[in-house]
């Protein structure tokens, strides 16, 4: 079995039990900051409840990631949310079709709220399922030690009042509002009870956070992590959370990328992705600076093909430019295409970064373009493909299409040997970055751009 999550502090188990008058307690949990906490958290409300679907692309289509495939942001009274009640974006995972067949079992899964607030929503989808799905129960909790739920803090979820949901394929659904508050750096646990056997699941293959699965029945009220027998290391349904956030919270940025940015070379439920070492230095900045960090990452993915799920040309809007508040988004994927790919030129890349540049714009989105760090040393490295990157990487610094530049490969590159990483930022496989090389990049990115 994989390791549980660690124990909460006594002082953060005072506090929450303390402050449990809400259905979410504002307490943060694994010594995130009490006061950063406090601070996040917004205002209540009680907005109506809300669903999404896609538009276009059901089933196979929806499976193979087609262009065109939109699930679009809640909508309360045919009015965006966004603008309404100022949904924010405080959770979000990038989703293809995974082998995985459940049923008559409760998921319970934890996941980490970058940015606190009221009115928490949740998003399930069936985008990639062939059959519809029924959740009869959905609760959501404040993680105490692994399956374990904070005493007092499991409160159910409801969709247009009720406690079941059915989801056709190829769509996708928002909870309604759940009372009381979340912080930002919760370790919330969602539990979704299916009663019956779905295969063709849609989901998130590397998680790198333990998953827990029940025996059979309905275990999705109970605080305690006894009926939970089983684990994986994948996300089932679950693919998005938002809450109606304060006034100081300014939006959420969106990492768009591969396996670098999902989280590769950590270690499970470690919480060390690049991104979440971005959202602790966010945590600490100044209220009007305060943004929802959200990882869109896909090991494998490359920007022009789909392959290991959807590209990033087709999944870009469903991704990135769908989600509730979004304001930036940090583009740093294109490796996958080069180590893997026969490129004489980087015009094809070129031509698919601004397509997403242009459809970015279009909704007032500001994209920042990461450069592309070392690969030498990895198994498909060849001087030719070395080319290509370098070129790249001069392009996205010098072309002035993004409205601004991370310099990623400059801050965990070998400055004696640029082909290579550092020795401490290499997790030991000579592409993806160490827990080191991915505190590195998140330190690298200048909050001022955000």
Avoid: C
């Avoid at 998680?207 to 029945?217: E, F, Q, R, V």
């Amino acid at each position: 079995m994989a390791r549980p999550a660690h124990r909460l502090t006594m002082a953060a188990l005072a506090f929450a039990v303390g402050g449990a008058t809400a259905a979410l307690p504002t307490a943060p949990v694994h010594a995130e900051s009490l006061a950063a906490a406090s601070a996040a958290a917004g205002p209540s409300s009680t907005a109506s409840s809300s669903t999404a679907s896609s538009s276009a692309a059901r089933g196979r289509t929806a499976a193979s990631g087609a262009p065109g495939h939109r699930a679009a942001t809640p909508k309360s009274g045919g009015a965006s949310p966004v603008q309404q009640h100022r949904l924010v974006g405080a959770w979000t995972t990038s989703t293809d079709r995974i082998t995985a067949a459940l049923g008559g079992q409760t998921v319970r899964m934890v996941v980490r709220a970058s940015v606190g607030g009221a009115g928490t929503r949740l998003r399930l989808s069936n985008v990639f399922g062939a059959a519809p799905v029924t959740f009869s129960d959905v609760y959501v909790g404040v993680q105490a030690y692994g399956a374990e739920i904070l005493a007092g803090t499991n409160r159910p979820v409801t969709f247009h009042k009720r406690a079941s949901v059915r989801v056709p394929p190829g769509q996708a659904v928002w909870s309604d509002p759940i009372p009381g508050r979340i912080a930002g750096g919760s370790a919330l646990v969602v539990s979704l009870h299916l009663p019956g056997t779905v295969r063709g699941v849609t989901g998130h293959e590397r998680a790198y956070a333990t998953t827990y699965l029940s025996d059979p029945g309905n275990h999705a009220a109970e605080e305690s992590g006894e009926g939970f027998t089983y684990t994986s290391t994948q996300w089932y349904f679950l693919d998005r959370i938002a809450v109606e956030a304060s006034g100081a919270t300014v939006g959420s940025l969106v990492a768009f990328g591969d396996s670098i940015t999902d989280g590769a070379g950590q270690a499970v439920d470690a919480n060390r992705r690049w991104t979440d070492y971005l959202r602790q230095r966010l945590a600490r900045q100044s209220a009007s600076r305060r943004m929802g960090v959200l990882n869109a990452g896909i090991a494998g993915n490359r920007l022009l093909h789909s392959n290991v799920g959807p590209s990033g040309l087709s999944r870009f809007y469903r991704d990135v430019l769908s989600q509730p508040g979004v304001r930036t988004v940090v583009v740093y994927e294109g490796i996958n295409d080069i180590a893997r790919g026969d490129y004489t030129s980087i015009k094809p890349l070129a031509y698919g970064y601004k397509k997403l540049i242009r459809e970015a714009h279009a909704r007032k989105v500001k994209v920042l373009g990461a450069t592309l760090t070392p690969f030498y040393g990895w198994g498909t490295w060849t001087p030719e493909r070395e080319e290509i990157r370098q070129r790249l990487n001069t392009w996205i610094r010098t072309s002035g299409v993004f409205d601004g530049v991370l310099d990623f490969d400059r801050a965990v590159r070998d400055p004696e040997f640029p082909e290579q990483l550092t020795v401490s930022y290499d997790s030991g496989d000579h592409l993806h970055l160490s827990d080191a090389g991915r505190l590195a990049i998140a330190d690298a990115v200048n909050t001022r751009m955000l």
